[in-house]
């Protein structure tokens, strides 16, 4: 349905800040947007909204605009958002904790439907109705829950042996909150987060105006 070659990683990311705005139009009855709209609302240029979407295909009308609604759908369909996710959570340490909080996954389509550690004080219990598993549990809930997506939020010495377990288990899709660099084989896409290398990305630029 959709073009089928390599897409930078920028447009997927302003592709997902587009689909926010356009679903707060449609929230406000607002019926056409055009793409200085869009540019306005989310920090790009028109042109780079007009790009982005022409990798895709050819949206709304030349003159008039885009409909919010129907730009929306289309774009979560780009993003694979047009069904939910089943999503592990690995870690249920502070930041699992704060993870298995956060509400923003379900809106999105982002079922969190388990919890993965392996303190016994912890498995058994809940997080936010979620249930802990022990991690030798992996193989077996990943199958019994359809799990697709995980998040890894175990201490640094522990992510590597983790999403290899992981991967072993079936799961594809991979946001690494270790600090730490990890392999995977080359059918799993795999995402790094790491929250101090963006507090050095401010502050090198803020460092610029010294």
Known sequence: MFKKFKIP???IGRLTAYSRFLKEADEKGIS??????????????PTQVRKD???FGEFGTRG?????RELYNYIMKILGLDKKWKVAIFGAGHLGTALSQYKGFLERGFE?????????????????????????????????LNIELG???VPAQAAQEVI???VEAGIRGIINFAPVNVTVPENV???????ASQLEYLTYYLGENR
């Open 53 to 55: 979407l022409a990798y």
């Open 164 to 166: 290899n377990q992981m």
């Open 151 to 153: 998040i890894v939020a």
């Open 32 to 45: 056409t947007v055009s793409s200085q709209h869009i540019a306005e609302a989310t920090g790009v240029t």
């Open 64 to 68: 008039v605009g885009y409909n919010p």
């Open 189 to 195: 896409v795999l995402r790094r987060v790491d929250l």
């Open 112 to 144: 969190i439907v388990c919890i993965f550690d392996n303190d016994p004080e912890k498995v058994g219990k809940k997080l936010n109705n979620v249930e802990i598993f022990h991690i030798n549990d992996l193989k077996t809930k990943a199958r019994e």
């Open 9 to 11: 990683d920028a447009t």
